[in-house]
Nanobody, 125 residues
């Protein structure tokens, strides 16, 4: 059974750091593209970051560029999103996702076939 499970989310103050992890079972995360998305209350799901499996290229939304870092641990079957310099507008439910058809990173949710259940991140003083 394919499953992605996020962990590491909680409440933090502005300017703080947080590490989100996404553990995979039933599939490998080093074959196809992976990504992180987020959805704030009352808003649509937005792309945050993604990574190609072909060459490890990474991409970021302008809103998080320079603050967030996506990485992959193939041995542990895990994808990590390191969040630094957090802002209140980063508050959202965060989802990891993996494609089963493309190795190229994509900011479109339609490129991804499996999704985690999501985890809440709240940035507030």
């Amino acid at each position: 059974q394919v499953q992605l499970v996020e962990s590491g989310g909680y409440l933090m103050q502005p300017g703080g750091s947080l590490r989100l992890s996404c553990a995979a079972s039933g599939l490998s995360l080093d074959v196809y593209a992976i990504g992180w998305f987020r959805q704030a209350r009352g808003k649509e799901r937005d792309w945050v970051s993604c990574m190609s499996s072909s060459d490890g290229s990474t991409y970021y939304a302008d809103s998080v560029k320079g603050r967030f870092t996506i990485s992959r641990d193939n041995d542990k079957k895990m994808v990590v999103l390191q969040m630094n310099s957090a802002k209140p507008e980063d508050t959202a439910i965060y989802y990891c996702a993996t494609s089963q058809t493309t190795i190229n990173a994509s900011g479109s949710s339609r490129a991804y076939d499996y999704w985690g259940q999501g985890i809440q991140v709240t940035v507030s003083s």
